[in-house]
């Protein structure tokens, strides 16, 4: 039986959102970021000047905004699965196109930082700082980047009648997934611009 | 309806608490307490997360309790490599 909060029935108590195999996925990933995190951790004790002074030189304007449009997507999705469990495919879809908008504007701010950091004379071979950050963050960023494709794919699935208030799964592994992104950069934001 | 105003609710807190981490960046000088503060915004953004956009909060027990507690173990690493850091280098340097 589904847990019933106001307006939505939440799945029942221990449901697989998306199911097992997006879970293997998911753990893959974030144990792939967890071992970036503990690099993070090694490079910042035997270089910890580069580490403080490494945060100054990034555009922290382009890490806030990052931060806010990620979380803003995961949001997004999260409305978007509102909306099928009530069979409101239009809802649904909008919400997902508003994700999608959200992770474009995501790659478009990276690819300016990217950008911004060249003009300042900073590259992957500036230190070990730039190095981590660069490896850490590209390897985000191609991860929004099939994200998004991911979340395309979903909105194909809704407009076709694939998902339905009753049989949503591959549009809940698409959300698991995506939410998995912004974790991701939820820990690395933090890192890389604010803490010196 | 609840679970709605939930939602927005979560998102508005999480974006508050971006806007105060781009603050103490852009203002404080790295100290524990200021360590501290950011360890525990990210192991509370996670949780959020975790709980509501993904769901977890009523899923399946083992899938919730993993995803938690990498925003338990993060934070606290964060902590640890502060206050820490010879040990690291001790433990990751070649003989």
Known sequence: MGRNTGSQTLPAQSHVPGGWPIWVGIFSEMTEFAMMFVIYFIAKSHYPELF????????TLAGVL???VLLTSS???????????????????????????????????????????ETMGISKDTNTFFTVYYYTTFNHMLHVGWGSAAVLWAIFGVKRGSFTAQSHGGLEAVAVYWH???LAWIVIFPLLYVLR | MF?????????????????????IAETADTGLAVII????????????IVD?????????????????????????MI?????????????????
């Not at chain 1, 403080?52 to 555009?59: A, F, I, Q, V, Y």
């Not at chain 1, 099928?84 to 990276?110: E, F, P």
């Open chain 1, 52 to 59: 403080n002074e490494g945060p100054t030189k990034l555009n």
């Open chain 1, 66 to 68: 990052n931060t806010l």
């Open chain 1, 75 to 117: 949001y997004c999705v999260a409305k978007s699965m509102q909306a099928i469990r009530r069979d409101d495919t239009t809802a649904c879809v909008r919400w997902l196109w508003l994700a999608i908008i959200a992770g474009a504007a995501y790659l478009l701010i990276k690819t300016w930082e990217y950008h911004w950091n």
């Open chain 1, 180 to 182: 998995m992104i912004d």
């Open chain 2, 3 to 23: 679970a709605n105003k939930s939602i927005d609710f979560i998102w508005t807190q999480l974006m508050l608490l971006t806007l105060l981490s781009a603050f």
């Open chain 2, 37 to 48: 503060i950011v360890a525990v915004t990210i192991g509370y953004k996670g949780r959020m």
């Open chain 2, 52 to 76: 509501h956009f993904m769901e977890l909060i009523n899923a399946n027990r083992y899938i919730r309790i993993s995803m938690r507690l990498y925003f338990y173990v993060i934070p606290l």
């Open chain 2, 79 to 95: 902590v640890l490599a502060y206050l820490f850091p010879e040990a690291i280098v001790r433990m990751t340097t070649l003989q």
